[in-house]
Each structure stands twice: as structure tokens, then as C-alpha cells.
């Protein structure tokens, strides 16, 4: 097989690894125990994924549960493009309905100025209806909040720095990488805002 060429190579593209797969893995490992503890009392948990950038987050953190539970998705956007929150949100009403009644546990991949959230959870109690609602997030920004919000679960604290892999993306790439990194300043400079 021939070699990619050098600008096919994501990493060429990073910075820092901020969170290796070995450390994701082994934190995974104690959110699912902390989840099985408080949760297992509901026996028809669902979790509700954002989607894109929770999908690896999700898979790797409903297979270290052992609790029955159910799946749903959901797309939300918030960047549309570029490295900082647009606020603003779409969220399918259908995907919604079928939320009723349910114990949600909304993943999310990170949380940031807070607003999608806030939005989506405010969603699923007072249009879905859903019976109760809490929500895990693999990375918490703390510094960068605009709205009032605190997971019941988080990963990692981290820093204010765009992050990209393990599910996350900057203009659509990166979400393959298996782990958490920064980007290198020429990666993200033609960036639209
Ligand atoms: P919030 O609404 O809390 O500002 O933003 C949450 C969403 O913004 C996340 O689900 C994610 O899609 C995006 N986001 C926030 N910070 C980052 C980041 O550092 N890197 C990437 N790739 N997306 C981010
Ligand atoms: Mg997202």
C-alpha cells in the first residue's frame, strides 16, 4: 500500500494530546459506575445522544453500562463552522415525541457556553415531557459558560482551547482520531466565523 500523503496524516495537523485513549478509557470505566449507582433505579433509562459529536463518546460509554437501557438520537446543531458556539439550535419535534414519559440521560460530547444543554434539556421536560432528566458530557469547559449549567456527569474538566478527535470535529474532520487534542494554529486559522 502506498503511503497517504504527508497532509493526509491528521496528526500532522495537532498540537497537544490533551487526553489519551488509555486515560478516556479508564474515565469511561468510573462514569458508567457512578451512572449504574444513581440510575438504576429508573428501569427504562434512555440515552439520548447528541449527535455527531457524542457518537464515540456513546458507544464506548453504553458498553461499560450494564444497565438495561434504551437508545435515541438526536441531531443538534450549535458551530455552524468555525471554532466558537452560535447558540443557535434545531432539534426534531418527532425525535422529541418519542421522548415522553422517559428517563433521559442526554450524552453529550462537551459542554461549553452551556446553551445546548440548557436548551435540550429544558426541551425534554417542558415539550417532551420526559419523566426525568439528566445529562453526562465527556468534557466540561467550565470557564466558558454563558448560561447557567452543570452536567450531572462530567469526563474531564478542561481548559477554554478548541478541541478536536474521539468524536469531535473542527469544519466536519478530526472525529476519527481516537483521542483528545488541540489543533496547531495554521489548522484553524482559514477558519469562517
Ligand atoms: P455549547 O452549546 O455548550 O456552547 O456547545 C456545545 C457544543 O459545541 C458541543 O456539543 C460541540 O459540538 C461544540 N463545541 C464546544 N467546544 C468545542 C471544542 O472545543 N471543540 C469542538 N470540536 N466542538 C466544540
Ligand atoms: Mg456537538
Known sequence: MQPLP????????????????ARIRARIMDLATEIEA??????????LVLLHGSLLFAADLMRALSLPLYLESFRVASYHGGTSSSGALTMDPRALAALRGRHV????DILDTGRT??????ALREEAGA??????VLLDKRVARAVEFEADYVGFPIGDDF????????EGRYRNLPYIATLKPEAIRETRR
Open 6 to 21: 504527508r497532509e493526509h496524516h491528521l496528526a500532522d495537523h495537532l498540537d497537544t494530546i490533551l487526553l489519551s485513549e
Open 38 to 47: 444513581n440510575e438504576s433505579t429508573h428501569p427504562d433509562l434512555t440515552l
Open 117 to 122: 444543554l440548557s436548551a435540550v434539556t429544558r
Open 105 to 108: 440521560l442526554v450524552v453529550d
Open 131 to 136: 419523566a426525568s432528566v439528566t445529562s453526562c
Open 163 to 170: 478541541v478536536v478527535g474521539y468524536g469531535l470535529d473542527f
